[in-house]
Each structure stands twice: as structure tokens, then as C-alpha cells.
């Protein structure tokens, strides 16, 4: 089973529609969480930590489910802007960082 | 905003030749990184930099990679003797963090816009 495991997508959706997809990780020790967002080769930039308890940021939603090992990210009222590839990053308790493959993400106008 | 920036943005050698790529992470992080990504794959991790010793590596990083923190800004990572599957994006990145909290070494890091290094 790899460590981090992501839907690739594609997610194609409307301008404004709400799209929520998940990350699911192997390692139950896995201590810290983050999506982050990467456009076309570009390098990834950091969209939010992963709080146990949920966190918002604008128009995003990160949820941790520690019992079934799974991250999720909601985007609300998608902008065109939000089109990219996201990137689940799980942080084990021996400090080892893996990347998921992406979950690509295509809003149309 | 602070930000990491990498020198070059494309590198082009032949196989068999040594390459460095440069990073400048941002001034008052600790802790520095290096990735790769091949193009369409995901993001790989290749090494971990602390207080001027490698803290963890991949398998990826075998002998033929190092790193060096020079002086008190540049990080770099050096390959040795390229091969053709080396061609990929290399990304620098860093973060601050407090070790001694839980995942505090690598809280949120920030990455630079990557060297393309193309092996021919």
C-alpha cells in the first residue's frame, strides 16, 4: 500500500460549484497534515496545514479523519484560479514527509 | 514576502558530468530540503538539512548526491556523475520550526521554483 494515496482526478467542475476530494495515508503515526497546491510546472506552494479539529481558510475546508486516515480539502465557489493539481503531504512520527501523486482539479467557466 | 530562489532554472549537461544546483532558502529557516520531480510523477524527497549535518535521505539519495551549506545563505545539492534518469525538476525548500515540538522540523515549508535539470 503506498503512504500516501490520492484520487488523480480529474475533478472538472463548474465555476462556483463545490468540489471536496480525499487523501487517504498508511501510517497511523502520521502526526502532521497539509495540502498544498501545485499549478503547471511550478513548484508546490503551501495552501493550509491539517488541524485535528478541521480548519477553514476562506473559501477552504481541510478536514483530518484520524480513524479511517484520511484527509479531506472542500473548495467552495471554485474560481477559475483554483484550477491546479493539489498535493496531500503527510509528515510521519519519524519525521518522513511524503508527497501524494496530486488530484487534479479543472474549473471551466 | 521572503522567498526561496534557486539558481539556475534550467541546467543542461551531458551524462556522466557533475552538476550543482544552488538554493538560497529563506533567511531565518533552519531547516532545508531538497526534492525532485520527474516530469508527471509526484514530488520525491530526497534529503533533510539541519545545523549543518544531513538530519534524514531517501533511497533516491545515494552516493552520488550531496549536499553542502557553504556559507550562511546558499544550500546546495551536487551530483556527481549525472545519468540520464537524473533529468528532472529539483526543488529547494525550506522551513523554520522548533524541533522540539511534535512535526515542528518540518512545520510548512516553502518552496523555491525549482532548477529543470535535463541529462543528455
Known amino acids: 500500500r503506498k503512504e500516501v494515496e490520492q484520487d488523480p482526478g480529474p475533478f472538472n467542475v463548474p465555476e462556483g460549484a463545490t468540489v471536496a476530494f480525499n487523501c487517504t495515508y498508511s501510517?497511523?503515526?502520521?502526526?502532521?497534515f497539509f495540502w498544498y497546491r501545485q499549478d503547471c510546472r511550478k513548484e508546490p506552494k503551501l495552501l493550509m496545514s491539517v488541524y485535528s479539529s478541521g480548519n477553514e481558510d476562506g473559501r477552504f475546508t481541510a478536514q483530518l479523519n484520524r480513524a479511517s486516515q484520511y484527509i479531506s480539502l472542500l473548495i467552495r465557489d471554485s474560481k477559475l484560479s483554483d484550477s491546479a493539481t493539489y498535493l496531500c503531504?503527510?509528515?510521519?512520527?519519524?519525521?518522513?514527509?511524503?508527497f501524494g501523486a496530486g488530484t487534479t482539479v479543472t474549473v471551466r467557466a | 514576502e521572503p522567498e526561496v530562489t534557486q539558481t539556475p532554472s534550467h541546467q543542461v549537461t551531458q551524462m556522466g558530468q557533475e552538476v550543482i544546483l544552488r538554493c538560497v532558502p529563506i533567511?531565518?529557516?533552519?531547516?532545508f530540503y531538497w526534492y525532485r520531480q520527474i516530469l508527471g510523477q509526484k514530488v520525491e524527497f530526497l534529503v533533510s538539512?539541519?545545523?549543518?549535518?544531513?538530519?534524514?535521505k531517501s533511497e533516491i539519495f545515494d552516493d552520488q548526491f550531496s549536499v553542502e551549506r557553504p556559507d550562511g545563505s546558499n544550500f546546495t545539492l551536487k551530483i556527481r556523475s549525472t545519468k540520464l534518469e537524473d533529468s528532472a525538476m529539483y526543488f529547494c525548500?525550506?522551513?523554520?520550526?522548533?524541533?522540539?515540538?511534535?512535526?515542528?522540523?518540518?512545520?510548512?515549508?516553502?518552496f523555491g521554483p525549482g532548477t529543470r535539470l535535463t541529462v543528455l
Open positions: 503531504v503527510v509528515i510521519s512520527n519519524d519525521y518522513k514527509l511524503s
Open positions: 533567511s531565518n529557516h533552519l531547516y
Open positions: 525548500a525550506s522551513s523554520g520550526g522548533d524541533r522540539g515540538r511534535a512535526g515542528g522540523s518540518y512545520n510548512e515549508q516553502f
Open positions: 501510517n497511523s503515526a502520521s502526526q502532521s
Open positions: 538539512f539541519y545545523n549543518n549535518e544531513i538530519s534524514e
